[in-house]
């Protein structure tokens, strides 16, 4: 496509120097619209040069700004969900070095010195949803003169906004849009995706507004494999662990010369693949005469900056030629660039596993993929049906920015920024009166004729965690008082309590002490010879049936449940997987308040199903778990953004009921996907179940790592009878009247 002729020619200089001739058709449509003041998503794949899309326009707008006024100028603000996206813009904008724009990245590592010029004087601030939240809009006033020349409002990586997360920057935006129109200007917003379906539709629903989307890629495209690769077996016929198997290909490539990135699961996986991989390099590389050592470096949330910072030049300039990490939402360090990618388990959905697919091969050059599978149900699901893999679409992201539990404290932040009015309908919806009076009757807004205003002496931001991260337990080291990581609260129950084993760079480390009042565990150095493992109870009302399908006897319903949690005992297991001991807890109880997807069956349905009255807990609890390991095959979410229960008789339903529920408060959609694909959903399950080569279940069909029972009990024949019969009741007709 030919060079847009309203390009400032200090922008079109800087790009040209880099090689930059023509643009690809998606990069000029998205530069066309966004010029002409449309909000605008553009979905294409990974390294499909999305950011020159928006360069071009934000970057003219700032030299137009900077000609025509003197002092501030026109502003820009780039919002990441990560620092390492941040930190990539502003190195590809210190690199063009366009003449007269200032910019600068704002995160919570930027010293406070700093802030102030910032404010002031820089046009273009690279930052994310969450300072803008904790900084700017409290202290608007001080960002007046940014606000008032604020023209673009970059929002980079939009897909990871999904979910509860998704509605809460969803209100951020809108917040945001609310007071820039305080100050007189309209910025447009232009959103960069991974190739989701519908962006239009997330977009729109993160802005409130509408939004053009440009999904056609037109970037040339570099050789890619991608292997989907099933762990061999041990000497004495055991399946290899899919962490092992990971570690063991990542040792291989990085040994070969291919920088490469494994993702991990948990944190525990990541700190198994990293002290594997340097040991089994150390060993091949312990001769004199070999070269040297290749390094392999570790990374998962919690880590200091230090520590991130240190990674990620060490990434760039390739003395780091291995990296385990878990998922890339959580990485605060760039790595981008890379030759290959090993994937230890299905990330929980399609987009996730292109998204980490495509950090390979960004300089043009063919890369690799391979996935891992995982002793889960969804992933030997996949294997046995790569075409769910390769020739489905990408999955819909779901966010539902009405969520009360989300919008509520976002109209008490609004409040506090100015006064609410019936006028701000417009920004967050219709719900916002019968909001706001429940807020006034919380006395945290008060009520006046000219609006609701914020009645509390506190900041209204800090009740509010983007998130969903609540409290920040700090890891402390206690011989040296050294801060080793950080974990939020409602993970710190089954992590860090007392007694637990806690990894920190391959280092074992055992909880000595979990203070939730001062939001601090304390660890002491040292390898006890076991991990262990956190058992809890769960339990669940339904507070609101919302739809109901009758399936013949058999009733499939949704709506608002409230789901207890309580961590109740740890086990200390062997590698081997022996459990060795089993230790009671005191730990408090948790209430979530939330959406869910629940079925019943009568017990003499079960009974005619051919499940003996003894058996149902286990066929039900079977049943349960492997639909979790399922849903994610239709819904944008991983077992871990999810819950079950199972009971053979529930005081709300009088029947023996399966449920499963959104982890995060309010709902996250994932649940509401689920009732809609039911029978789908379910049919799938059965077949994963029913085809596993296992005879008792296996973590591939009915287990499930993340049980607080201890996976017991499970009946693997009784779960494939209980789904049979209740998809067969799904057919018949009841008679009315």
Known sequence: MPWPTWCAPPVTAALHGEGIQVLWEHQATV????????????????????????????????CEGTEAVTGRGATALYLAPTKALGADQEARLHAL???????????????TEERRWI??????????????????????????????????????????????????????LRRLLRVAARYGSTPTVILASATVARPEELAGALVGQEVAAVTQDASPRHESVVALWQPGETEDGRRRGTVTEAADLLTDLVDAGVQTVAFARSRVGVEHVAARAREALE??????????????????????????????????????????ATSAL?????????????????????????QQVG????????????LVAADDPLDSYLLSHPDLVFDEPVENCVLDPENPYVLGPHLAAAAAELPLTLEDERWFGPGLAGLAEQLVVGGILRSRPTGWYWARPERATDHVALRGAGQTVQIVDRSSGRVLGTVDEARALGTVHEGAVYVHQGEPYVVTELDLDGAVALVAAGDPGWTTRARSESSFAIRETLDVQPWGSATLASGRVEVTTQVTS?????????????????????????????????VEELALAGVAEQDVPGALHAAEHASIGMLPLLA?????????????????????????????????????????????????????VRSCRCRDGCPACVQSPKCGNGNEPLDKAGAVLVLDHLLSERTVVVPTG
């Open 283 to 324: 060993a091949r590389h312990a001769r004199p005469t070999t070269s040297p050592v290749p390094q392999v470096a570790g990374y998962r949330g919690g880590y200091l900056p230090e520590e991130r910072r240190a990674l990620e030049s060490s990434l760039r300039d390739r003395s780091v030629m291995g990296l385990a």
């Open 636 to 688: 944008t979410c991983d077992r871990w953004d999810i819950g079950g229960v199972s009971t053979p008789s529930h005081p709300d339903t009088g029947l023996p009921t399966v449920m499963v529920y959104d982890g995060y408060p309010g709902g996250a959609g994932f649940s509401s996907r689920a009732y809609a694909e039911a029978a789908h959903w379910l049919a799938a399950t059965r077949d994963l």
């Open 359 to 370: 950090r390979a091969g960004r300089r043009g050059a063919a890369s690799l993929a391979v």
């Open 97 to 111: 070095a366009v003449p007269g724009i200032r910019v600068a990245r704002l995160d919570g590592d930027t010293p």
């Open 31 to 62: 530069a066309e619209l966004a010029r002409a003041g449309r909000h605008v998503v553009v979905a294409t794949g990974t390294a499909s040069g999305k950011s020159l899309g928006y360069l071009l326009p934000v970057l003219t707008a700032l």
């Open 330 to 354: 959580e990485l605060g360090i760039d790595i981008a660039g890379l030759d290959a990618v090993v994937i230890a388990g299905w990330p929980g959905t399609r987009a996730s596993f292109w």
């Open 119 to 172: 404010r002031e004087h820089a046009h273009y601030v690279l930052t994310n949803p969450d300072l803008v939240h904790h900084t700017l809009l409290p202290g608007h006033e001080r960002w007046s003169a940014f606000l008032r020349a604020l023209r673009y409002v970059v929002v980079d990586e939009c897909h990871v906004y999904r979910g509860v997360f998704g509605a809460h920057v969803s209100a951020v």
């Open 570 to 602: 740890f086990q200390r297991v062997l590698p081997d997987g022996t459990v060795i001991g089993t230790h009671p807890l005191d730990l408090p109880s948790r209430t979530l308040s939330t959406r869910a997807v629940w079925w019943t069956l009568p």
